[in-house]
C-alpha cells in the first residue's frame, strides 16, 4: 500500500492524504518524499487550495515514525531528519495559496507542527490534539512551535507547547487552533470549508497569502525556524529523550 496519496479535485483543491492507518498516519522518509511531491505539484496554476488530511477515522499523523526515527541517536543524525522535514513545513507555510489541515482523527507531536504549517486547521468532532513532544524530553523540532507563536496568542501558544498534553476539539476551538469542527467525511468537510475561497481566482488568493507570507519574512520565521530545529537535534543526542523513546517503544 503506498504510505500517500495525491488527488487534484476539480475545483482546485489538490489534496495530500496521509495513508499509513496501521501506524496511526505516521510520518516516515516515503511521506516526506510525498509532501515534496505534491507542494511541487500544488505550484501549478490549476490548483487554488492545498489540503492535507489522514486515512482513516482515527489519526490524522502522529508525528514522525518512531519505528524509522528512534534508529537516530546523535544531534547530527537528528538535525538531518529534522531539518529536511522543517524544510518541507516551510514550503508549506510559505505556499502561495489557501492550506488547510483536515483533522481527520488525533493529531499529536509533529502532527500537531504539520497542522501548525497550514493556514486553516479544521476537526472531526471528537479529534484531539497536543504537542506532546515534551514528554518525549525534546521540543518541537519541525518549525511548529514558531509558527505555533505566529498564528495563536502568545499564552495559548506556550500553554500548547509548555503542557505537552492531548486536547479535546471545544478546548482547541477555544485557543483557536482548530477554525472549524465538522462531522462526516474528511475531504468532502474540507471541500465544504474551503468553498468560497475556491470561487476566486487564483491571483486573488496567491495575492492574499503573500500579504500573509511578507510578514512572516519580516518577523524572520525562517531563521526562528532553523535554531527551534537546532535546539530539538542537541535535546535529542541527550540520554533522557533516548529513555523516554524506549519507554514509549516497550508500550
Request: aromatic fraction near 8%; include cysteine; charge should be negative.
Amino acid at each position: 500500500m503506498k504510505p500517500y496519496i495525491i488527488e487534484e479535485l476539480e475545483d482546485g483543491l489538490l489534496v495530500f492524504t496521509i495513508n499509513r492507518p496501521q501506524k496511526r498516519n505516521a510520518v516516515s522518509y516515503e511521506v516526506m518524499d510525498g509532501l515534496e511531491d505534491a507542494l511541487s505539484k500544488a505550484g501549478r496554476s490549476s490548483i487554488k487550495a492545498f489540503a492535507i488530511t489522514g486515512a482513516g477515522d482515527h489519526a490524522f499523523c502522529s508525528g514522525g515514525d518512531l519505528a524509522s526515527f528512534h534508529l537516530l541517536k546523535t544531534e547530527k543524525e537528528a538535525f538531518e531528519m529534522l531539518s529536511r522535514m522543517a524544510g518541507i513545513l516551510k514550503k508549506l507555510l510559505f505556499l502561495p495559496k489557501p492550506t488547510v489541515a483536515i483533522l481527520n482523527g488525533t493529531a499529536v507531536g509533529g502532527g500537531c507542527e504539520l497542522a501548525a504549517a497550514c493556514d486553516y486547521r479544521i476537526a472531526k468532532a471528537g479529534a484531539k490534539a497536543g504537542f506532546i513532544q515534551g514528554t518525549l524530553a525534546i521540543t518541537t523540532g519541525w518549525g511548529g512551535g514558531t509558527m505555533l507563536t505566529e498564528k495563536l496568542i502568545p499564552a495559548n501558544a506556550m500553554k500548547m507547547l509548555m503542557e505537552a498534553a492531548l486536547y479535546s476539539h471545544e478546548e482547541l476551538t477555544e485557543m483557536d487552533f482548530i477554525d472549524f469542527v465538522y462531522e462526516g467525511e474528511a475531504i468532502v468537510s474540507g471541500r465544504r470549508f474551503m468553498q468560497k475561497m475556491l470561487l476566486l481566482e487564483s491571483g486573488v488568493l496567491r495575492a492574499y497569502k503573500e500579504i500573509l507570507i511578507k510578514k512572516w519574512k519580516v518577523n524572520k520565521i525562517e531563521e526562528r525556524i532553523d535554531e527551534e530545529v537546532r535546539s530539538c537535534a542537541i535535546l535529542w543526542e541527550g540520554e533522557s529523550h533516548h529513555k523516554q523513546v524506549e519507554l514509549f517503544m516497550e508500550k
